[in-house]
């Protein structure tokens, strides 16, 4: 069978839980298996109240001390006693903060292959064949396990958050486990305040700043060209910030804001997995990058190949000249 | 105390490269360069504002891979780490899982006091060898971490991770222990020239990965391939002005200027 693993302390019908069964469910399919849901630390009545839960699979939950906020220490000693239980196949968990802090230690605990940022998986010869990127985001490959058993990661946004075949009557486990930290203590969630209001949840057009705009400098020349746009806001991409250019308030991403403008332009970012989870869904998508390989293209409706302060400086110009033109033609009329 | 810092080599993101006859395997141009895992460079800042602070005694710094790898490491001696060993290996494909077998079979006879890492390698992307190594030792270990203090006596560290960017997430693990760090926990230091000329003539010590307990490979690449472009994506081509015209034509069609 194939254990899918709940992301831990969020609600039954989070997506990244939901796409995790989703990439379960094809595994499955490939194998001829099951699929088993297993959600550490979470209440019995939240998985049976969640309203419109739909699941192609049962459900078993792992009680126990120490699970109540997510620790990898707690968590993958009680999934191994579950796994010990069930022997999957394979494990799968989705590719977030936490379960990208689980998912390579588990794997290592319980000697599996480890698979990570998976974005889609096929047969071949009922086996499973994982997709998944590398080479910086460039290229993808096709990789196979070589243990019995695999531990692998979704990368999110790559499977779907509504599994289809999904029923409202699964069936839910009890499985009670005595897990006692030794070496970690969990002291809960801390909220960060990333500053003053950027402007960036209400823009309309974001010019996002990437490591291509050679330097700090160079960020003027995209303020200029957001000052072509009414309701524009700077964004950025993670470096930026932490070479301190902008504030990480800025941040575009999956680790900083989630935007989705009628217009975004992507000057000088590659298009990390990172910074395409915060943009992706933005109506139009405009790049402009010297590296014709870089990913952002790949996501992008229009695409300019330059090196990023050249064609910005010259775009400027010729709006500056157009405009003019424009005056002039009215004032002869 | 002792700290270990994991260092990955990485090739420059935008050296061309090529795929060779195999289907898989990714060949960067033979003027490619290599350097330093971005992400690395935070974890040596790190491991340096601890020797600063006097908290830190000692600071290797260790990477897996062919000669080439010495590139890394020696950037990592010019920001200023005591010893940089090399767990030397073939031209072969390492998964974070070899790679981490070697690491902590290597850093179980020194008994480190913590181990940092890069959260993960711009290249492989996998995030993995941190909490892999944190397994192998049993010890413990938090990745995405922002900020990280020592406290009793260096006995335990209290770490804050990233969960998004309005919520981080705190634990107190004791040490031994692993520490992934995210970027932006600080901001890593230039090298300085003393440090560059003394870092020229430093000897890197080598251990060869067959005397050490490794893994065979957990997985098999099959096939390497560049991805799809989406659907409906059109490059705007010319010289830069035709491309800027191109560009404001494409906006103004859609009235979006």
């Not at chain 2, 098999?220 to 800027?244: C, D, H, L, N, Y």
Request: negative net charge; aromatic residues 4%; hydrophobic residues 45%.
């Amino acid at each position: 069978m194939i254990l899918a693993i709940a992301e831990p302390s969020v609600p039954a019908s989070d997506a990244a839980t939901m796409e995790a069964v989703s990439c379960a469910v094809q595994i499955s399919a490939i194998r001829s298996s099951t699929v088993i849901l297993a959600s550490a630390g979470k209440d019995f009545e939240e998985f049976r109240n969640a309203e419109g839960v739909r699941l192609p699979c049962d459900v078993v939950l792992i009680e126990g001390q120490s699970l109540a906020h997510y620790n990898a220490e707690g968590y993958a000693a009680a999934i191994t006693g579950l796994i010990d239980h069930l022997n999957p196949t394979e494990i799968v968990i989705a590719g977030t903060s936490r379960g990208g802090d689980l998912a390579p230690y588990l794997a290592m605990r319980i000697s599996a292959a480890y698979i990570s940022v998976v974005t889609g998986v096929r047969g071949e010869g009922g086996s499973p064949v994982y997709t998944r990127p590398c080479w910086h985001g460039k290229m993808e490959m096709d990789v196979v396990s070589r243990r019995e058993r695999t531990v692998v990661s979704v990368q999110p946004g790559a499977f779907s958050a509504a599994p289809l075949v999904g029923d409202e009557r699964f069936h839910v486990e009890r499985f009670p486990v005595s897990v006692a930290l030794t070496a970690t203590e969990p002291e809960g969630t801390l909220a960060v305040s990333q500053g003053d209001d950027t402007g960036l949840a209400n823009a309309e057009v974001i010019v996002s700043a990437g490591r291509g705009i050679g330097n700090r400098e160079n960020l003027s020349l995209l303020m200029e060209l957001a000052s072509l746009f009414p309701r524009s806001a700077l964004g950025a991409s993670r470096p930026v910030c932490d070479y301190g250019w902008l504030p990480y308030g800025r941040q575009v991403g999956q680790t900083g804001r989630r935007v989705s403008p009628r217009l975004y332009i992507a000057c000088g970012i590659s298009g990390s997995m990172q910074h395409l989870a915060g943009m992706r869904s933005s109506a139009h998508i405009v790049a402009v990058n010297n590296d014709r390989d870089a990913p952002i293209f790949r996501h992008a409706h229009a695409g300019v190949v330059e090196d990023c302060a050249t064609f910005i400086r010259v775009f400027l110009d010729l709006v500056k000249e157009r405009e003019n033109g424009k005056a002039t033609q009215s004032e002869e009329i | 105390m002792k700290i270990l810092v994991c260092i990955d080599r990485v090739c420059d993101g935008e050296a061309p490269f090529t795929v060779e006859g195999d289907g898989r395997t990714i060949r960067p141009a033979d003027q490619a360069a290599w350097r330093m895992n971005r992400y690395d460079e935070f974890a040596m800042e790190e491991a340096l504002q601890l020797k600063e602070r006097g908290i830190a005694a000692g600071i290797d710094a260790v990477s897996v891979g062919t000669d080439a790898t010495t590139v890394a490491l020696r950037k990592a001696l010019e920001m200023g780490a005591h010893d940089a060993v090399l767990i030397r290996t073939g031209e072969v494909h390492l998964t974070p899982a070899m790679k981490a077998h070697l690491i902590a079979a290597m850093a179980a006879d020194v008994r480190y006091d913590l181990i940092l890492a890069g959260m993960t390698s711009e290249q492989g992307l996998n995030a993995a060898v941190g909490p892999m190594i944190a397994a192998l030792l049993k010890i413990p270990h938090a990745t995405a971490v922002l900020k990280m203090d020592l406290e009793d006596d260096c006995r335990r560290v209290r770490v804050q991770r990233e969960l998004d960017a309005e919520t981080r997430e705190c634990f107190r693990l004791s040490l031994p222990a692993v520490v992934a760090v995210q970027s932006g926990i600080n901001r890593p230091r230039y090298p300085s020239l003393s440090n560059v000329l003394r870092a020229r003539d430093q000897e890197i010590r080598i251990i060869n990965a067959s005397d050490l307990a490794g893994a065979a490979p957990d997985q098999e690449i099959v096939a390497v391939r560049k991805p799809r472009a989406g659907t409906g994506f059109m490059e705007i081509q010319g010289s830069t002005v035709e491309k800027a015209e191109g560009l404001y034509a494409w906006l103004h069609e859609r009235s979006l200027l």
